[in-house]
């Protein structure tokens, strides 16, 4: 079978091996062509034609894309991305879907999510998992009768920074569908978070200015908070007022703003009276750390320029920035360092602050100058504060808080143990907690009889109201039991030297057993004079 081809090859002899490819029928039809074209060329042609058509059909798909679907994006630096994703993760959808990713972040909502079902079976988990869309995949799913897909996707940028971002594409023509969404995530996510207040910091990130929701706490109310008789009310109607005072302030061409300067000793609840506030007031607070690394006169004022309208903007510790260089006046009053704080981090923390103090009086009058913004500053040191600061305008109202009282004392182990029921009902619990005997109180945990009767001194401190509501109450021997115990705590207790937080902090040691604490306070009370002496 070889040899034919061997004697073709022979007969073909000397002639050039192009003419031997070609047929003798076919020769004379061919004709050489006028632009011989090299291969690599042909096929460099080819392959620049097929990328043309591949970007043509892109484009097209493309346009046939943007003709047929509506797509929205959102950021996760903005806050409707946090409601999206809030939604997103209570949407039905995630119980088919196959591929999800499991979470345990609450996108500043503590409820639940989308419960896991095996977590639900099993009670006391310690976290709750829900499922959001996965990075690694697309998402489909119906929306309002719409054809959805949902993309979720993470890139990474200046300083290995990790960012998210969200797109949904809804199959219509009809963009009022992303109103309807932004709606219902928003209202969704409002109403999840009405018992909460959200508490937003400047992002940690170098490069960002935008706020972040770093946690949301539960509404505190605020006859929770026990100060000086009266100061908590007080300060809620001025800023509820100052909120509802808008066309007044403008009418009269005064600039529309208040600021509250909250200073005292630590621990004496200036913190919890602002959260408290928020709570009532239905605002979100915003914290601003004026010694956060990278924080600068600029990105100050631009994160103040970012606050949203109607808000709470909180400087914790204003004059911690201050207290070594611009604007410290030195006093004799100050305290000791160490007394109330100033720790070596702090210390470290302010030699790196990059926020000069004209660049917070700015920033503090872009707070004020937009509308409805309160702003809150507290401090321990009020005395070292720069006149500048304080001044009407800036920080309109001054609230000291001071170490307990007696009074304070009593009300505090009265609130503290009347809520050890679990029966629930805490609305009735504040109404009745507020004068200690004023009004009928329920949820009062049953206690023995004192084993001595209360010293005439402190009982005053928790019956000024008289003891009227006594006989009305519906449980007035167990009521009696409570005041009593109360007032026993807090006569070895001495006025103006302990803050709520410390007497909070001894209450703990006897979360069950009032009368034990009761029993023990006067110890408890020499044995700090006695620390405070050696140290
Ligand atoms: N007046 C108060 N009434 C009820 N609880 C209080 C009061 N003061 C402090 N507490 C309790 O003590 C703890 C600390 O209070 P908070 O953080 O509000 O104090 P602060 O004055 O802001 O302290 P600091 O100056 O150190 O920030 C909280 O758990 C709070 O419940």
Redesign the pocket.
């Given at each position: 079978m070889a040899e034919p081809a061997n004697n073709t090859s022979k007969l073909a002899g000397d002639r050039p091996s192009v003419y031997s490819a070609t047929p003798p029928d076919r020769q004379a039809s061919t004709k050489p062509s006028v632009f011989p074209l090299p291969e690599w060329l042909k096929l460099f042609l080819i392959a620049a034609m097929l990328d043309i058509l591949r970007q043509m059909s892109s484009a097209i798909l493309e346009h046939l894309h943007r003709a047929c679907w509506v797509t929205v994006s959102f950021e996760d630096e903005d806050a409707c991305y946090t409601w999206i994703m809030y939604w997103l993760s209570k949407h039905p959808s995630w119980r088919d879907a196959r591929f999800v990713q499991a979470t345990t972040r609450m996108y500043g909502v503590p409820s639940h999510g989308v419960t896991v079902p095996v977590q639900a079976e099993r009670n006391g988990a310690a976290r709750t998992l829900s499922y959001i869309p996965s990075t690694k995949a697309r998402h489909t799913m119906w929306y309002n009768g719409y054809w959805t897909v949902v993309q979720r996707e993470r890139v990474y940028g200046e300083y290995d920074i990790c960012r998210e971002s969200l797109h949904i594409s809804f199959l219509t023509r009809d963009n009022s569908v992303v109103d309807e969404l932004l709606v219902e995530a928003k209202q969704c996510y409002v109403e999840a978070q009405n018992d909460f207040v959200c508490i937003y910091a400047q992002d940690a990130t170098f490069t960002a200015r935008a706020w972040r929701q770093v946690t949301a706490r539960p509404k505190r109310p605020s006859k929770?908070?026990?100060?000086e008789r009266g100061t908590m009310e007080r300060l809620l109607h001025d800023a509820r007022d100052f909120l509802n005072s808008a066309d007044w302030y403008a009418k009269r061409g005064i600039p529309f703003r208040r600021g509250y300067l909250l200073h005292?000793a630590?621990?004496?609840?200036?913190?919890?009276?602002i959260q408290s506030l928020a709570g009532e007031l239905s605002l979100d607070i915003y914290m601003l750390t004026l010694n956060r690394a990278g924080l600068d006169d600029t990105t100050l004022h631009q994160l103040v320029a970012e606050l949203p309208k109607r808000c709470i903007a909180l400087i914790?510790d204003i004059d911690a920035v201050f207290r070594q260089d611009v604007s410290c006046r030195p006093s004799e009053e100050e305290p000791r360092e160490g007394q109330y704080?100033g720790t070596g981090q702090e210390k470290k923390e302010e030699a790196h602050c990059r926020v000069s103090l004209s660049g917070l009086l700015n920033a503090l009058d872009g707070i004020a100058a937009q509308e409805g913004r309160i702003l809150f500053a507290?401090t321990?040191h009020y005395r070292a504060l720069d006149p500048a600061l304080c001044r009407p305008g800036r920080m309109d109202l001054h609230l000291e808080?001071k170490l307990a009282s007696k009074d304070?004392a009593a009300r505090?182990f009265y609130r503290f143990y009347s809520d050890t029921r679990d029966d629930g009902d805490d609305e009735a619990l504040y109404h009745g907690e507020d004068d200690l005997g004023t009004h009928t109180l329920q949820g009062v945990a049953p206690l023995s009889p004192p084993p001595t009767p209360p010293p005439a001194e402190a009982m005053s401190a928790v019956d000024d109201a008289g003891t009227s509501s006594t006989r009305d109450s519906e449980d007035p021997g167990t009521e009696t039991d409570l005041r009593q115990l109360a007032a026993r705590f807090a006569d070895p207790i001495p006025e103006g030297r302990f803050?709520?937080?410390d007497l909070?902090g001894y209450l703990m040691l006897y979360k069950d057993k009032p009368e034990e604490g009761v029993e023990a306070v006067e110890k408890w009370v020499k044995g700090q004079n006695a620390a405070t002496m050696n140290a």
């Open positions: 929770s908070i026990i100060l005292g630590p621990g004496t609840g200036k913190t919890s009276a914790e704080g507290t321990n808080f304070q505090l803050s709520m937080a909070q």
